[in-house]
């Protein structure tokens, strides 16, 4: 597989924040095609950080980030975004629109007709669980902590990127509707082909779901690797601990 441009890439980036110690210390990843690479790590150690730099909501201060193969400084910020899925912890919908609304605002922001864009929600809906005549037409706050994290996805994937940032996005569920979302968001991830960097501070769900996980720690890739060879031979020191702490 050598010689294969990466979908993004870190490459010794370094970002620190006025008046904290570095929030990226020189940290280099990579994430290829079609693969799910999950940053795992404890608060505050840097994994959001590292993950608004693929889309350019943080700088690096040194080093550099691409993305197929780009440096993102030579990328119009706005083709960036809406070339890349985000999505945020708690999902982020827009209060004041309805569901539908919210899923279709990149597709708004293309200049798709009503029509097309119409047929992609609901298309959308349905294949992230939702049924589309009783959701479309809701308000975020009518829908549970699932439900809304299952509309934000839809949202992130509305205009097809090959590309998926996602932040904590089975935050806040209870583990029984947190593992049902796993399996059915890895099965998706995998049926669409999507490259997708995804954040999270749980161990389970980063040996779940990375096809490789890199261990963060205060700003410094500690461990990076194939998900079972994590939990197979984890370094000694920090991650050995994380990983024992949170394991059975
Ligand atoms: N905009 C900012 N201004 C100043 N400091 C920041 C800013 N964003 C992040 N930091 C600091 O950078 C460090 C890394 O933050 P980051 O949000 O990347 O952590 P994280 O790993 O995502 O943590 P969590 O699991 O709590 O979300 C933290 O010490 C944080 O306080
Ligand atoms: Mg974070």
Same mark, same amino acid.
């Given at each position: 597989m050598g010689g294969l441009v990466p979908a993004a890439a870190l490459i010794e980036v370094t970002k620190q924040f006025p008046g904290?110690? !570095? &929030? %990226?210390?020189r940290i280099s990843l990579s994430v290829l095609e079609g693969e799910m690479l999950v940053l795992l790590?404890?608060?505050?150690?840097?994994k959001t950080t590292a993950l608004k730099t693929i889309n350019r909501l943080v700088r690096a201060d040194r080093g550099q980030v691409t993305v197929l193969g780009r440096?993102?400084?030579?990328?119009?910020p706005i083709v960036l975004r809406r070339s890349i899925g985000y999505v945020i912890q708690e999902a982020g919908?827009?209060?004041?629109?309805?569901v539908a609304e919210n899923v279709g605002i990149v597709p708004r922001l293309l200049g798709w007709d009503p029509s097309r864009r119409q047929a992609r929600t609901r298309a959308l809906l349905e294949l992230v669980g939702l049924d589309p005549d009783r959701f479309? !037409? &809701? %308000?975020?706050?009518?829908?549970s902590g699932g439900e809304r994290q299952r509309a934000g996805l839809a949202r992130a994937l509305a205009a097809d990127p090959p590309l998926l940032l996602m932040d904590e996005?089975?935050?806040?569920?209870d583990p029984l509707t947190r593992r049902r979302l796993q399996d059915e968001f890895k099965a998706l991830q995998q049926r669409l082909g999507k490259t997708v960097v995804l954040v999270t501070h749980d161990v389970p769900e980063a040996l779940r779901l990375g096809d490789r996980v890199a261990v963060m720690h205060a700003g410094r890739v500690v461990q990076e690797g194939p998900a079972a060879e994590i939990r197979a031979q984890p370094q000694a020191g920090f991650v050995r601990d994380f990983l024992a702490a949170a394991l059975p």
């Open positions: 904290a110690v !570095a &929030a %990226l210390d790590g404890t608060s505050g150690s840097g440096d993102v400084e030579s990328w119009d919908l827009l209060p004041h629109l309805t479309a !037409a &809701a %308000l975020p706050r009518q829908l996005p089975f935050g806040a569920l």
